[in-house]
């Protein structure tokens, strides 16, 4: 059995958070449908946890610096992520399409963020 360093291992646990911060919203959805019969599907509940995915995605640079690797897709969701989740929190009764974009690009960001742990793990 190979030894893993702990650069792979934060790869690994900062992907993973990442990842499990996607299914949340799903996850929930699936639960409440079968406790309560009802479909309640939280489209908020990844910028709610926005320090988790502040957590996976500072655990997944770490692994990347350390490792030494390509880090262009990091550089490039990492700011990304960070900077509508800002905007997210900051910002005061903002209209709906402006959220809803924000939003939007934070989980694509949150995407990218994920595939890039993926795509290096498998380097």
């Given amino acids: 059995m190979r030894e893993r360093s702990p650069s792979a291992i934060l790869m690994v646990v900062g992907t ?5 911060l996607l299914l949340t919203p799903v996850l929930l959805a699936l639960f409440t449908l079968i406790v309560s019969r009802e479909f309640f599907f939280n489209y908020l509940l990844t910028a709610e946890l926005g320090l988790v995915a502040c957590i996976g995605a ?18 490039i969701f990492l700011p990304l992520m960070l900077c509508t989740l800002f905007a997210l929190m900051v910002l005061r009764d903002p209209s709906p399409v402006l959220s809803g974009f924000m939003l939007v690009l934070y989980n694509l960001s949150l995407v990218g963020l994920t595939f890039h742990g993926i795509k290096s793990l498998r380097d």
């Avoid at 990347?64 to 390509?70: E, F, G, Y």
């Fill in 16 to 20: 993973a958070v990442l990842l499990v």
């Fill in 58 to 75: 500072l655990s997944l640079t770490i692994g990347t610096m350390t490792r030494r690797m390509d880090a262009t897709l990091l550089f």
